[in-house]
């Protein structure tokens, strides 16, 4: 039994429902052996209707009782321990998912390939004449597939050899006598030749992008490279930095603490001195105090008057006995002094980690994206620009939430401070601008200059020291009534242009781009700035004050 169970293969002892060797195999009537659960389970599902053999459809009445086969059962546990054969390659039996072999009868195996010719799929077995005969050496052999039909003419019942080009659609060759009569049409195999053409020149493109692509991402991740280190170099070089602050705060502290301890010891000292002069004073006197005490006891009037005159004059203290007391008020000073560097360091701190924030948030490692095409592009980087009043001329009044500012007919009085332009009527915005901005200055003045500038220009002076582009620290497009002209170092660059109330401005701190822009239906290029900033930039506006009250310069909301 054993050297037969040898010879016999997984398939015989298998259930056909469940693909797998038989778990208490039960046989029905018709002949035919399945496993008792799937069997089972193939009835129940199917209970409307008659029972019937999976393979040969044999139907049944009444439903068969299902009884263990115990000879097969125990045939197939003898062959598991003597080792069944495993089914070979091309006997494989095709599953739901699987294309069938269209000539295996009753189960079928999986097709290996299929005929553009036959139409018909092919099992390993099945498809050997395809090799073998002459008759089939011209025949299309393709991976199996499911949608051999869709070569039929759904028109003729024919295959489809041709391309109608008119109707862009596969024909068969009767299809041109009528419903496609006098259409443009070749044979398939040539239309595939051409369109093949075509498929390999996109592929070629498909492929030059690839490799353009792939450039891309070995320069990205340079970058990230180079990002990472560059993150880790500054921690390393912030945190030492940071460190040497420390450190030297620390060493302060402990200077001002030695020192403090160092006067407190030698005020202490003093002061115990002093004490001790004042305790041996007090010794002194009590003794005294006790000598005349006891003088002034002695009932013998003689030796009373006889030790009297032999007393010594009180000697007077050499210590004034105005001392005045002021507790926890000797070092008041250094107190007051140490709450001084602390307030100072900070609005340091406090000024600069605004700097240093805004450094970090630039951060940009993307390439640099192109200047937008059109208002909405330009809007997705519009920022809210406020004025700073302590910036502000004298001539000029600041409204409309510091966006909007006005000429006077007459001086106006505001506090003195550092950052106040003296000389030309201008002034410039509170917000450091790096990245990328868009705003846009309404204005109706005759004479006036929208411009960016560093932070550190002078306040003081009239042109080239303070003005908006007259100086290296600022840019500033100056319009009248009929012209434009753009300023920067003092030199003047005319521009021809309709003349705008509206201006838009757009800022890329990183790329050194500065455009400015006519507003109005369309926008229109006025002027491009390329170059390098080597600061955070200030919004500012100036307005001619010379017989020009009332007239005014607003930054727009754009959000």
Known sequence: MAQKGDQLDQETFSCSICLEVLKDPVAIPCGHS???????????????????????????????????????????????????????????????????????????????????????????????????SSTFKKHKLVDPSKNLQDNICPRHGEVMKMFCRTDQKCICYLC?????????????????????????????????????REKDVKLLQQEVEAVNQSADKTVEDSEEMFTELISLLQKRSSDVKQQIRSQQETEVRRVRELEEKLQQEIT???????????????????????????????????????????????????????????GRLQDI???????????????????????????????????????????????????????????????QFY?????????????????????????????????????????????????????????????????????YVLCHNDIRTAITAPRSSRIGVYLDHRAGVLSFYSVSRTMTLLQRVKTTFTQPLHAGVWVYSEFSSGESVEFCKLK
């Open 34 to 132: 399945y496993c008792m659960n799937c069997i089972k389970s193939y009835w129940d599902e199917g209970e409307k209707k008659l029972p019937s053999c999976p393979q040969c459809r044999q139907t049944f009445i009444p439903k068969p009782a299902l009884v263990k086969n115990t000879m097969l059962a125990a045939l197939v546990e003898q062959l598991k321990k003597t080792g069944l054969q495993a089914a070979p390659a091309d006997h494989c039996y095709a599953g739901p998912e699987d294309v069938a072999c269209d000539v295996c009868p009753g189960r079928k195996l999986k097709a290996t390939k299929s005929c553009l010719v036959c139409l018909a799929s092919y099992c390993q077995k099945h498809l050997q004449p395809h090799h073998d």
């Open 176 to 212: 041109p006598v009528d419903e496609h009569k006098g259409h443009d049409t070749v044979s398939a195999a040539a239309e595939r030749t051409e369109r093949q053409r075509e498929v390999e020149v996109s592929r070629q493109q498909i492929q030059q992008q690839i490799q353009v």
């Open 284 to 342: 002194d006197l009590k003794r005294r105090d006790a000598e005349m005490k006891q003088l002034s006891d002695t009932e013998d009037h003689n030796q009373f008057l006889h030790s009297c005159p032999s007393l010594p004059p009180l000697s007077q203290s050499t210590h004034s006995s105005g001392f005045s007391i002021r507790p926890l008020r000797y070092f008041q000073d250094v107190t007051a002094a140490v709450s001084e560097v602390r």
């Open 349 to 411: 701190l406090r000024d600069t980690w605004t700097n240093i924030s805004l450094t970090i948030t630039d951060v940009d490692v993307l390439l640099s994206e192109p200047e937008p095409t059109s208002r909405a592009g330009f809007l997705k980087y519009s920022c809210e620009i406020t004025l700073d009043p302590n910036t502000l001329h004298t001539w000029l009044l600041l409204s409309e939430e510091n966006r909007k500012v006005t000429v006077m007919n007459q001086e």
């Open 415 to 483: 506090s003195d401070h550092p950052d106040r332009f003296t000389g030309r009527p201008q002034v410039l915005s509170r917000e450091n601008l790096t990245g990328r901005h868009y705003w846009e200055v309404e204005t109706t003045a005759d004479r006036v200059g929208v411009a960016v500038s560093y932070k550190n220009i002078s306040r003081s002076g009239w042109w080239k020291e303070s003005g908006f582009g007259y100086n290296d620290k600022s840019w500033s497009l100056d319009f009248s009534s009929d012209s």
